[in-house]
Every structure is written in C-alpha cells, then in structure tokens.
C-alpha cells in the first residue's frame, strides 16, 4: 500500500479488515443455522444474488448483453463449483471443527500450483514443492487427531478438503473469464447460476425451507450479507490497489479468526492434531503464496 496516501491507506485498511473479519464468520452462521447444509448454501447464494443481481442488471446490462457463448459457458462452469464448494465445505462445518473446517478449505493455492504442473505443464519450482508436502503433513496429521474423534468428524474433514478443491477449481474458470468480463457482472451472474444449482435439488428432495428458528433465519441472512457480499466483494475492491500478495497474506488469518470465534461463541475447542496440522497448512499455503508471487503468477479478484 505504498503508493496509496495516508487517507487512502486508512480506508483500505478498514475496508479489509471489516471483509476479513466478515469472511471468518462464515463458519460461525454456519454453525448456527438449524438447517440442511445444502438448504443452508441454497440461501447463502440467492440473499446474495438479490443484492448483487439487481445492481448488475441496472449498471452492467450492455456488457451483460454482449457476452458470448465461451463467457457464459465459463461462467455457468463457475457456477457449478462455487455450488459444489459451498455443498460441501457447509457439511464439512456441521462434521468437524471449525477449525479444522476454515483450515483445510485454504488449501486452495497448493491445489492451484499442482493444476499448474499436471496440467498447465509447468513447474511450480521447489518452494511449492515444500509447500505441497507440508500440506499433506498437515492434513494427514489434522485427519489423524479427527479419527480418534471418530468417522463423522474424519469426514467432516475429508468434505472440507474437497470443498477446497472445487473453489480451486472455480478460481481457475474465474481467472479466465475475469480478463473480459467485469467484476460485478461475473459475481452476480455467478452467485445467481449457484443459487440455481442449489435450490433445484433442494426443491426436488424436498427439503425444509421455512419454519426455521429466528437465529437460524439470523445465520443465513448474515452468511448471505456479512459473509458473501461484504467479506468477498471487500477483497475484491481492494485488489485495485493492493497487491495481490499482500491480499494473500492477509487471509492466513481466516482460519486462525475463525478458530477464535469458535471458541468465543461456542467454547469450542481445538486438540494437539489442528494445532500442529493447522501450522504446518498456513506455512504451506505461506510458502505457495512467497513461489508463486516471486514467479509473478499470482492473482486475485
């Protein structure tokens, strides 16, 4: 944030900080609605897809006409894993700890740099390397501390590590469309494509979708509002100014907030296993953010 004036740097820092402690949340109104994950996740999009999708329409509707084919094959490509991300990491969050649930689902850039070499075909160097088997040290450490929990727990675990997958993979279709296409117009055409995916199997089984407590109506509201359209939309305006390392960086402390918050709401607790398996994930993810910025490839929004 060198190049920004002090007034600058100081809404900056207060937008980032109000959309860091938003994202951390997320865990929290999870825990708290009394609901079906998939319902849960089906409410997070469409609150969110309310907000944005009107304003998309009004202020972005020439470029919202003249998308092509790819641009909108690519974005319903999107749609499907940010709704398979949000399916399963919010039934791994009703499993397992939070802690271990925020953890394991920021794996996302070791799983971006093992993208790059089997499929790009490109060396991630050894500093990713490092940061792929600490990762591996760390998950088969934390799932460890699970199994002794029992199996409930162990696939809590193994939801939240695929729900990390699949927002790697909605990273990798974002990135792509995100360099012809503008950044309210891809959020809310997005979001409303996974409310979709997301509500239509929650119709076709029949699930619960009224009736609820006030806290849980409470949780789902601020998943959609708090989580969703501030803590992600509060990343994604700031990346104009600040380095994407920077952005990076600072989101190692999700998982260490969200923890906290778990335990200031909850009393919950955390064992030995996620300590030290949590440490050796955030210095993985550490090491892949350092390789991949000092190779000029990484980017956010």
């Known amino acids: 944030m060198s190049d920004i004036g002090s007034p600058g740097r100081l809404i900056y820092s207060a937008v980032l900080l109000i959309a860091l402690v938003s994202v951390a949340h997320a865990a929290i109104f999870v825990r708290m609605a009394d609901a079906n994950p998939l319902v849960i996740a089906a409410y997070r999009m469409l609150i969110a897809s309310a907000v944005l999708l009107p304003i998309a329409l009004l202020s972005s509707w020439q470029e919202i006409r003249g998308l092509s084919r790819r641009q909108w094959v690519l974005m319903g490509t999107g749609a499907i894993f940010l709704a398979l991300h949000f399916a399963t990491w919010i039934e791994g969050v009703q499993r397992t700890s939070i802690a271990n649930a925020v953890v394991l689902v920021t794996l996302t850039p070791v799983w971006l740099a093992l993208w790059a070499l089997l499929v790009l075909r490109r060396s991630p160097g050894k500093r990713v390397w490092s940061a792929v088997g600490l990762a591996v040290c760390g998950s088969a450490i934390m799932a460890w501390g699970s199994l002794q929990l029992g199996l409930q727990t162990l696939l809590g675990d193994g939801l939240a590590l695929v729900g990390g997958l699949f927002f790697a993979a909605f990273f990798v279709v974002a990135e792509d469309v ?30 619960p979708v009224a009736g609820f407590s006030a806290e849980t109506y409470f949780a789902l509201v601020a998943l959609g509002l708090v989580s969703q359209v501030i803590g992600h939309s ?61 190779n000029g490839r990484v980017q956010t929004g």
Not at 259 to 284: D, P, S
Request: aromatic residues 14%.
């Open 178 to 207: 995100r360099r012809s296409v503008g950044l309210l117009a891809f959020v809310a055409l997005v979001y409303a494509g996974a409310a979709i995916l997301l509500w239509v199997p929650v119709s076709g089984l029949g699930m």
């Open 234 to 294: 509060g990343f994604n305006w700031a990346v104009r100014a600040i380095s994407p390392m920077f952005l990076a960086l600072l989101l190692l402390a999700e998982p260490i907030l969200s923890a906290a918050f778990g335990w200031v709401y909850f009393r919950e607790g955390f064992g030995l296993e996620t300590v030290i398996g949590g440490g050796l994930i955030l210095g993985a993810i550490y090491l892949g953010v350092r390789a991949e910025s000092a």
